[in-house]
Each structure stands twice: as C-alpha cells, then as structure tokens.
C-alpha cells in the first residue's frame, strides 16, 4: 500500500482540539512528504528556507560572556613567588612533623612478664587459717553476708540462715 501524502489523509477530523492552526499553516510543507518521513526528518522549511546553511558555532552564551583575560605582565615579583613556596614548603614540612609523629616503640611484654618473672619474685602458698569441709559447710555468698542490709530480709527472715 503506498503512502498517501501527510494533507490528504489530515484534513478532517484528525488533529487535536486548538492545533487546526498549526495544521492549516503547515498544510503547504506537507503536500510533498509522507507521513513517515515528517515524523523521522520533521518539516522541513519551517526554521529556515535554506536547506545548505550551517550552524552557528558561537551561541550567545559564549559571544556575551567571555572569560576573563589576564593582564599579560607579572602582578609579582619572581623573588616574591619563591619566598611564598619557600615558606609555603616549610610550614608544611612542620604541620607534616607534627601530625605524623613516630609511633613509640611497643612494649610486647605480657603481664605475667612483667609482674612474676621479676628477680627477686618468690611465689608463696598462703598458710590456711581453718580447716574447710565443701561438703558440710554453707556456702560463703553475696546474700548470706548481706541478709541484713537488705530489705526484704526483714520482711521474711526465714531467708536469712545466719
């Protein structure tokens, strides 16, 4: 089936609410284009009616607003220069010193190092002061020698076995 041309198959009912001003100024441009080819190349003729003219490559943008340029001679001294870098590289050298101090030497030595194996250590046995049974006598805990002091025990002294 062979295209028809783009105005043929347009010209009623077929455009949207408020464009029928659009489509009527397009209605000469369309005459000689299919439909297929308007919508992958557009209309041409509608920016311009020279189909050979380039683009301009200076926008606005850039014609406006150009960088600024320098003023072409030294605004400082080459002496000036140096003595900043010279002291620029000293200040650094310092401010490097001082944040990358030198770790101190690591003391690997383990507490039983250092606290048993010193001359003169002699390890001693305390000597017992009672004889003690595990299997007859009550156990020592954090509740049989604080029953009084807590509140509750005076509440119930039947907890308390002292």
Known sequence: ?????????????????????????????????T?????KHGHKGIITMDQESQMESVTTLRANFTPPKGPGVRLRGIRGELLEKHN?????EKVNAERNKPSPKTD?????????????????????????????????TFW?????????CEIIPTVCLL
């Open 35 to 39: 439909r297929t080819q308007i919508q």
């Open 144 to 152: 049989s020698e604080n029953c009084q002091r807590i509140q509750v």
């Open 88 to 92: 620029a590289q000293r200040i650094r």
């Open 1 to 33: 089936m062979a295209e028809k041309p783009a105005a043929v198959g347009n010209k009623v009912g077929k455009c949207m609410l408020h464009n029928w001003v659009e489509e009527r100024a397009m209605e000469d441009v369309d005459t000689q284009e």
């Open 108 to 140: 690997f030595c383990s507490t039983t190092q250092r606290d048993f194996c010193v001359q003169g250590f002699v390890p001693l046995t305390p000597e017992t002061t009672q004889v003690h049974d595990y299997k007859s006598d009550q156990a020592i």
